[in-house]
């Protein structure tokens, strides 16, 4: 069983912020950017690769490269992190018009994680449950794919999210601008995890990724 590593008290540089953050001024915030995604597209197409399975892999290597995003509680409520997380993604059943929340084991290597992917998005994408896999890992982060709206500003309200420590991630309709492609990115993230320069940080991973996509393979 896997469980998250407590963080040493007495050497976390961040203790007092997260502290202020869980106790004082319990809060989450969100920002909206443009991800150019001309490369990533051009890639996949020449290796006949999906583009959300891509996206998904792309999001969770630049997750799991930075411990505050995969933040948790312990039992007893003190700041941990797990040593990996995997993405969990929603997928639409167009007959029904309902969506289901489906996981995969994130993988280092691209081409291993987007076959594993594609026949989870394949299965679920005639699910009739919201959770056709059962029960999610505790140690999942979520995705959203938003492809009929292209958005500048998006955020969640979540009841009772201030013991929610990994990030959220909702993607939009790309959109074709001056001969470049462009995917909207929305990240919510706990303050008491991370502050604006690590979630800058963290996009600034997503959008290398994703204009240097020799991963793509």
Request: hydrophobic share 45%; glycine share 6%.
């Amino acid at each position: 069983m896997i469980l998250p590593e407590p963080i040493d008290l007495e050497t976390w540089t961040r203790r007092e912020t997260f502290d202020h953050y869980r106790e004082q001024v319990p809060c989450t915030y969100a920002i909206t950017v443009e991800i150019d995604v001309t490369q990533l597209l051009a890639a996949l197409r020449r290796a006949g690769r999906k583009t959300y399975p891509a996206q998904i892999w792309a999001i969770a290597n630049a997750v799991n490269r930075r411990g505050e995003f995969r933040m948790a509680l312990t039992e007893v409520g003190a700041p941990a992190t797990w040593p990996v997380v995997h993405p969990a993604f929603t997928v639409f059943n167009a007959t029904r018009e309902t969506f289901a929340v489906v996981w995969s084991q994130y993988d280092p290597d691209f081409v291993t994680f987007h076959e594993r992917t594609a026949d989870v998005l394949a299965e679920a994408a005639s699910a009739t449950t919201m959770f056709p896999q059962g029960e999610l890992p505790p140690h999942v982060f979520d995705v959203s794919s938003l492809p009929w709206t292209h958005f500048t500003g998006f955020s969640l309200q979540i009841d009772g999210g201030t013991r929610h420590l990994l990030p959220i991630f909702t993607i939009g309709r790309h959109i074709d601008r001056d001969g470049r492609t462009y995917m909207p990115l929305a990240v919510q993230v706990h303050h008491a995890s991370a502050d604006g320069f690590h979630t800058a940080r963290l996009v600034d991973d997503i959008r290398e990724l994703m204009a240097a996509p020799g991963w793509v393979g």
